[in-house]
């Protein structure tokens, strides 16, 4: 009975709580930064492509800046408000930002930025494999936690400041580099509850600060994907972005909406579309019960990929 409780809670509610500013962090600052945002078609062989299925393209943008060399690989995105996010980045990086949505609320820049190096529990930058960051989730306290995958562990950053603390993970081996990606908080269970996704395995595990982590569902993946990021999208229905590379056919990723083991929606992307190392998504409410879903991707700072923001609107049947 408890299994299946713990299945039902987990299925129910992985992803972000209620949105909140992250504020206090403990952060070794870099400071503002401008972003510059070059827009993208969805499909640069079919300029005309405006949607995926039942998911409408509310604009994309490369990002880059020319003030600094930190603006890479960042792996996972979680909302902060209507209009602001926040992401992590394997260099050990925090993003803030603000999305700019033009009068028909299609994405069309990213302003107000500020960028800071994430600090160990020594209060020095975390650098090299200690600073893998990977999954970013915020807790009802207005605490933050993000997962490392390199050095497995998670961090709770405090509202308020302070150093951060290691707090309950999975004890769960992993291939190199196919830890733990995904992470999302669960307010329904409680104010210190959390879910841990396993990127090569898809498994997942239900996690509270007080009392450790038990095992929960394994998520349905093919073998070639990978389970990289979680987003609660309302009550009883999750998302889960899946993402899949192979020389031959490039990046590939898949959106699953499941309300409880039920797929409700999926959209693919891949080859021709505008695709990259998609390892983040969140969601915000949007007009008339349809939710607005952002992807952003790691390039691995390599010139050959893309920091790449994506916006898709949903409406729910």
């Known amino acids: 009975m408890w299994a299946a409780l713990v299945l039902a809670i987990v299925m129910m509610a992985i992803a972000t709580p209620a949105l909140q500013p992250i504020a206090g962090s403990a952060t070794a600052s870099?400071?503002?930064i401008r972003v510059d945002a070059v827009?993208?078609?969805?499909?640069?062989q079919d300029p005309s492509a405006t949607a995926i299925g039942e998911f409408s393209y509310a604009g994309g943008l490369m990002l880059q800046s020319h003030q600094t060399t930190l603006l890479h690989e960042l792996s996972d995105i979680v909302a902060t408000?209507?209009?602001?996010?926040?992401?992590?980045?394997?260099?050990?990086v925090l993003l803030e930002a603000r999305f700019v949505l033009d009068q028909s609320r299609r994405l069309v820049g990213v302003a107000d930025a500020t960028l800071t190096r994430l600090i160990g529990q020594n209060g020095k930058p975390l650098t090299n494999g200690n600073?893998?960051?990977e999954g970013l989730?915020?807790?009802?306290?207005?605490?933050?936690?993000?997962?490392?995958e390199r050095v497995p562990r998670i961090l709770r950053y405090p509202q308020d400041g302070g150093l951060p603390r290691a707090v309950p993970s999975p004890r769960a081996s992993s291939p190199?580099?196919?830890?733990?990606?995904?992470?999302a908080a669960?307010?329904?269970?409680?104010?210190?509850a959390y879910?841990?996704?396993v990127e090569h395995s898809g498994h997942t595990w239900l996690c509270r600060l007080s009392s450790g982590c038990v095992r929960g569902p394994t998520i349905d993946k093919p073998k070639e994907f990978g389970l990289v990021s979680m987003n609660r999208v309302s009550e009883g229905v999750t998302a889960y972005l899946l993402r899949a590379y192979d020389p031959d056919r490039d990046n590939r990723i898949t959106l699953k909406i499941l309300r409880g083991t039920n797929v409700i929606a999926r959209m693919d992307m891949a080859r021709p579309m505008t695709i990259d190392n998609f390892e983040g998504i969140t969601s915000v409410a949007g007009a008339n019960g349809s939710r607005r879903f952002y992807l952003i991707s790691d390039d691995n700072n390599l010139a050959t990929q893309r920091t790449l923001l994506f916006a898709f609107d949903w409406q729910p049947r």
């Open 30 to 32: 870099v400071g503002p």
């Open 39 to 44: 827009p993208v078609p969805l499909n640069p």
């Open 81 to 92: 408000g209507p209009d602001r996010f926040a992401a992590v980045g394997d260099g050990g």
């Open 131 to 133: 600073a893998d960051a």
């Open 137 to 148: 989730t915020i807790l009802p306290t207005g605490d933050r936690l993000i997962s490392f």
């Open 176 to 183: 190199s580099n196919e830890g733990m990606e995904a992470l």
């Open 186 to 192: 669960i307010p329904e269970v409680g104010p210190d």
């Open 195 to 197: 879910v841990v996704g």
